[in-house]
């Protein structure tokens, strides 16, 4: 089993930053893929960003590419977020989810089997 713990979140302005993170424990050695996910209100769960613990490699949905950057510390076991130039869209409840499926995309959302309890983010106009 792997434990998810995201923190972070809070209540900014537009134009502001917050940084995510997303400490793991438990069986994180058999972890491939970590990943990003937000639901805002009375909408569905959607993903965000992907890293791929061994490697690094990333990806972003375009809403949020050049404001967004994931990434871990794998000896921490930490995987973050960093959000500039926020705005009013980007509020949500924001997820941190990790497979151990070698295949890595946010978008494969269904194969992420652990998840965290979510932190609210709110950007205000």
């Known amino acids: 089993q792997v434990q998810l713990v995201e923190s972070g979140g809070g209540s900014v302005q537009a134009g502001g930053s917050l940084r995510l993170s997303c400490a793991a424990s438990g069986y994180t050695s058999s972890v491939n893929c970590m990943g990003w996910f937000r639901q805002p209100p009375g909408k569905e769960r959607e993903g965000v960003a992907s890293?791929?613990?061994?490697?690094?490699?990333?990806a972003y949905t375009d809403s949020v590419k050049g404001r967004f950057t994931i990434s871990r510390d794998n000896a921490k076991k930490v995987m973050y977020l960093l959000m500039n130039s926020l705005n009013p869209d980007d509020t949500a409840m924001y997820y941190c989810?990790?497979?151990?499926?070698?295949?890595?995309?946010?978008?494969?959302?269904?194969?992420?089997?652990?998840w965290g309890q979510g932190t609210q983010v709110t950007v205000s106009s």
């Open positions: 989810a990790a497979t151990r499926t070698t295949y890595c995309h946010y978008a494969a959302q269904d194969q992420f089997g652990y």
């Open positions: 890293i791929a613990t061994p490697s690094g490699g990333s």
